[in-house]
């Protein structure tokens, strides 16, 4: 008897919508951002539009869950810029706040409420 496989689930849609005007870009978190979702964000964090943005708005209040691989690659994202962006994260709610801080971003970012 041939040994079945289970299809790997693709990712949902990844729950980040970004929009720039140069300057500044900003990055809309919504649902949840789950370990299999780091390829397509680490593909996203790359656009040539954050990587010449200098403030980097990350709006987290829709957004219920973040696994911390996800938040590493932001980390990762954001510290090796050629020139740092400044990050800004508003409204993550507490669970969120935790990964963060235990990626270590909350040392490289202002969190706001």
Not at 5 to 18: E, F, G, K, T
Not at 22 to 36: I, K, N, Y
Not at 75 to 102: C, Q, S
Request: net charge neutral.
């Amino acid at each position: 008897m041939a040994a079945e496989s289970s299809p790997i689930p693709a990712p949902r849609r990844l729950p980040v919508a970004l929009t720039t005007d140069g300057e500044a870009a900003t990055l809309v978190f919504s649902g949840a951002l789950e370990a299999r979702m780091v390829r397509p964000l680490e593909e996203q964090l790359v656009d040539p539009r954050l990587r010449h943005a200098r403030r980097w708005e990350l709006e987290m209040s829709e957004l219920a869950q973040m696994d911390l691989a996800c938040a590493y690659a932001l980390l990762r994202a954001a510290t090796t810029l050629p020139v740092p962006a400044e990050l800004h994260i508003r409204g993550a709610r507490r669970a969120v706040r935790r990964t963060l801080h235990a990626a270590g971003l909350d040392a490289v970012a202002t969190l706001e409420e």
